[in-house]
């Protein structure tokens, strides 16, 4: 389960780099539906696709830069075919007309430096950099509740908020 969609991922033994690109041309084939240029979809591909690496999608529309990753994968190959498999079931929900282009466009609207916000809120919650369990950060980020809550004694509000940002930032990237 991925951003609240029930993804199953095909077997990606076999030519992990052809399948890379197979899954970066749904990617760009998908957003192309609602009216994203090629042109304006940036889908890197790593050199070699079996490798641990993360995978991402970024384009833009309207002004604002769209962004999709995960590291939730062992594979590049697999990590990119969860990308492709998360915005063809979103584009899917614009189409149905279960969602808005609007609300589509501000699931995937990120800042320009997203993945430095990403490192800093792992390395305030005590993360190596590739740290991608959902349940790991959350049982990270209450046991740091508990000592940076403004209403126990050494608690700080601006940890505390610090605490918040971080844990919403990689929650949204991981669920």
Do not use: C
Request: no cysteine.
């Amino acid at each position: 389960k991925a951003k609240g969609h029930e993804i199953e991922l095909m077997d990606t033994t076999g030519s992990p780099s052809r399948r890379a690109v197979q899954f970066q041309n749904n990617i760009i084939t998908a957003l192309r539906k609602l009216g994203i240029k090629a042109e304006a979809v940036d889908v890197p591909i790593e050199g070699f696709a079996g490798r641990k690496a993360r995978a991402s999608a970024t384009w833009f529309a309207q002004g604002h830069r769209m962004y999709y990753s995960t590291n939730s994968q062992g594979r590049f190959v697999d990590n990119i075919q969860l990308v492709s498999k998360i915005i063809e079931a979103e584009v899917n929900l614009v189409l149905s007309e279960e969602k808005t282009l609007q609300e589509f466009f501000d699931e995937f609207r990120e800042d320009e430096d997203v993945e430095q916000k990403r490192k800093e809120a792992r390395e305030f919650l005590g993360l190596g950099h590739d740290a991608g369990d959902i349940g790991l950060i959350n049982k990270r980020y209450k046991d740091m509740a508990k000592g940076h809550h403004p209403d126990t004694e050494g608690g700080s509000t601006e940890k505390f908020k610090k605490l918040n940002s971080a844990h919403k930032i990689l929650k949204r990237e991981l669920t």
